[in-house]
């Protein structure tokens, strides 16, 4: 086990352990980079020694089965009832996977304080509520999905800020709306905001105008702090 702590990736995509045994093999692992528990069966909870990794810059935790997450200085999860708290975690990640899980409610506004983020997927889950206006803080970020929830309201005009990103979805969920207008948009395939309610504007080809007067997108606040790129 002492040859753990100098290891950097650590892949267990589903793989069925007991918790104790997986504590055990990274709890001395604190030079850990990227973790994949993908599919992962824990018989429990996610482990407390996940509070230890903090070095870790991706974290996949997809169809983990998870029920819920709230997200503030760290990430707290629920796995099977019982809450298990990530703290420190938030400081380092730049690629977070949550995707096929169980999550429900709306998607915290404190979101918009993983500024390091470069990769977040919150696909496949039932998220419901508007998508916060604080996605638009993470100026980093070069893949957002948040397809296959059910998600409301409109896109955020915010996400404009978003210069850095490459890919992005919210197709299957309940958005309407027009889609915020910008060259970044523009760019994205028609598939990424395809099966939602009056969704329309490009990327789309649906026409806002089909759907007769649909409220406009509000305008950004001219001190809006998301205006202001952080470097790299």
């Given amino acids: 086990m002492a040859q753990l702590s100098q290891l950097k990736s650590f892949d267990l995509h589903y793989a069925s352990i007991a918790m104790p045994n997986f504590g055990e093999l990274i709890a001395n692992s604190t030079e850990l980079r990227e973790l994949s528990l993908l599919g992962v069966a ?18 996949q935790l997809s169809d983990c089965s998870l029920q819920e997450t709230s997200i503030q200085d760290s990430i707290v999860l629920t796995f099977k009832g019982i809450d298990r708290e990530l703290n420190g975690v938030l400081t380092t990640l730049a690629a977070i996977d949550l995707s096929s899980n169980r999550f429900r409610g709306a998607i915290p ?31 980093v970020i070069e893949f957002l999905y948040l397809s296959s929830n059910q998600l409301t309201s409109q896109i955020p005009r915010e996400l404009v800020n978003l210069h850095f990103l490459v890919n992005f979805s919210v197709a299957d969920n309940k958005l309407d709306g027009a889609i915020p207008h910008s060259e970044q948009f523009n760019s994205f395939e028609n598939s990424s905001c395809l099966e939602n309610i009056r969704l329309c504007g490009a990327p789309l080809s649906k026409k806002c105008e089909e759907y007769g007067s649909l409220p406009p997108q509000p305008p950004l606040a001219k001190n809006d702090p998301t205006s202001v790129d952080l470097d790299e």
């Fill in 42 to 59: 824990f018989d429990s909870i996610v482990p407390p020694s996940l509070t230890n990794l903090s070095c870790l810059m991706s974290l």
């Fill in 109 to 139: 506004d404190l979101i918009g304080e993983l500024i390091l983020v470069r990769y977040l997927n919150l696909s496949h889950n039932n998220f419901t509520g508007s998508m916060p206006p604080s996605l638009g803080n993470l100026n």
